[in-house]
């Protein structure tokens, strides 16, 4: 403070104009009324277009967990929109849970979603399970639907010609596709399939390798890795890549199965009783777990635990060479004669055959043997005596070559009423019984 602070004449000429309150209230109130709603439009604009690249960008990676959980978070904001319902069965697709995805998807075409894209989505399904009548016509169609996506037509083209081993088709799609987008995930990851259908495991371990190193957001390339990884006795290798898959597709019984398989052999026994008794217990557990099971339990020599582990199984396809044999010494070193006896029969008599497997399979997939009767006959053996993934994919692909071949729609009835799904077990036994001019 100053002498001049004191003088009247400077302290007046100090002052500055007072401004109206009432107007400079008005035009404050005005630009808040205008800037809160923009920023608030602003915030939520820019908060749903991050959740759909978010989305976007999971089911392009097929990490559909994710995608789904992304999507119910904008449901949850938003409500739930044809565009929302739309991605769910997307996401579902892709999961191959064919009650949701057929579900959200009729959802969809209900809140307004536009009916063709939906149906579009229908036909990827078929594709991909090869249900269609005519491939070339249904793949023209998925092409020239509005908005056509090939990162979404070209894998459900492709796994539906691998399930029926049409590796010509495949190569060509593959060809075409890659002039198309050469940086797509999707043509490593199935160089790497196709390696490892005809037993190329090392080619298909380069190309997963590729594949994860090229885009490590894609889920599916490190379930087949650990896979080839596995087929290939690398044991320490496979539980890695196999972790990352489970951690993004915890449900995938196959890859928990997998997995184990490598604990397993790398005499982590604990570990796979961690992780398989839980499923043994809720009744989830595959036969490929409970075999992993009795095995781990035989090291142990723990037989009366074989036998609880494998004897409901070996109720249900007693023809199991592996079963068989595994429970016969179980029964053995617990004196059990008789048992003992029948089960090693089981394994002696179906031994031939499955070690037939390795020669019927070169012959297939060199091109030899092309005809239904032969992939039936591959087929049945690894139905009843080895695998019943294998034996189901073999005895469509005999289908695949001749639909009224009788005898891979009898052993499909079999496979689908042991797999507690009786409604494609009715479908396979009305056909049977229109051929043979029953009811």
């Not at 978070?73 to 769910?88: I, M, N, Q, S, V």
Request: charged content about 25%.
């Amino acid at each position: 403070m100053t002498l001049d602070d004191f003088d009247p004449l400077t302290a007046t000429k100090n002052q500055k104009p007072a401004i109206k309150p009432t107007w400079a209230r008005i035009r404050l109130v005005m630009l808040l009324g205008v800037l809160v709603p923009l920023t608030i439009f602003g915030y939520n604009h820019n908060r749903q277009t991050t959740s759909r690249l978010r989305i976007q960008r999971a089911l392009e990676a097929w990490d559909n967990r994710a995608a789904l959980q992304e999507i119910k978070l904008l449901e949850k904001r938003d409500g739930l929109t044809g565009e929302t319902a739309f991605l769910r069965s997307r996401a579902y697709r892709h999961l191959g849970e064919d009650v949701p995805f057929a579900q959200f998807a009729e959802l969809a075409r209900q809140l307004g979603y536009p009916a063709e894209k939906v149906e579009n989505e229908k036909l990827l399904r078929q594709l991909h399970l090869g249900n269609t009548e005519n491939l070339q016509e249904s793949i023209a169609r998925a092409m020239i639907a509005p908005d056509a996506e090939l990162e979404e037509i070209g894998p459900a083209v492709i796994y539906g010609l691998l399930g029926k081993l049409d590796f010509a088709n495949v190569n060509r799609f593959m060809e075409s596709w890659g002039q198309e987008n050469a940086n797509s995930p999707w043509i490593p990851f199935f160089r790497g399939m196709i390696s490892l259908a005809v037993r190329d495991n090392q080619a298909a371990i380069q190309s997963f390798e590729d594949c994860s190193k090229a885009h490590p957001n894609f889920v599916p390339v490190y379930g087949q890795l650990g896979v080839a990884y596995l087929r290939s006795r690398e044991h320490e290798k496979a539980i890695a890549p196999l972790r990352r898959y489970l951690a993004r597709v915890p449900e995938d019984l196959d890859g928990l199965g997998t997995l184990a398989n490598a604990l397993l052999s790398l005499d982590r026994g604990d570990e796979v009783i961690e992780m398989l008794n839980p499923m043994v217990e809720s009744g989830k557990a595959t036969i490929v777990m409970r075999i992993i099971l009795a095995r781990l339990y035989q090291t142990r020599e723990e037989w009366s635990k074989v036998i609880d582990t494998l004897s409901s199984v070996a109720i249900l396809w007693p023809e199991d060479v592996s079963i068989a044999n595994i429970l016969s010494q179980a029964h053995q070193a617990l004196g059990n004669e008789q048992d003992a006896v029948r089960y090693s029969k089981i394994a002696q008599d179906g031994q031939p055959d499955v070690q037939s497997i390795d020669q019927r399979l070169s012959r297939i997939l060199g091109g030899q043997d092309k005809t239904a009767e032969k992939h039936f006959e591959l087929g049945h053996i690894f139905l009843h005596k080895q695998s019943r993934e294998d034996g189901f994919q073999w005895l469509s692909s005999a289908l695949s070559l001749d639909p009224t071949y009788l005898p891979a729609h009898e052993d499909l009835v079999i496979y689908f009423n042991r797999n507690n799904q009786p409604e494609l077990a009715a479908r396979h036994q009305r056909y049977i019984n229109l051929r043979r001019g029953t009811q």
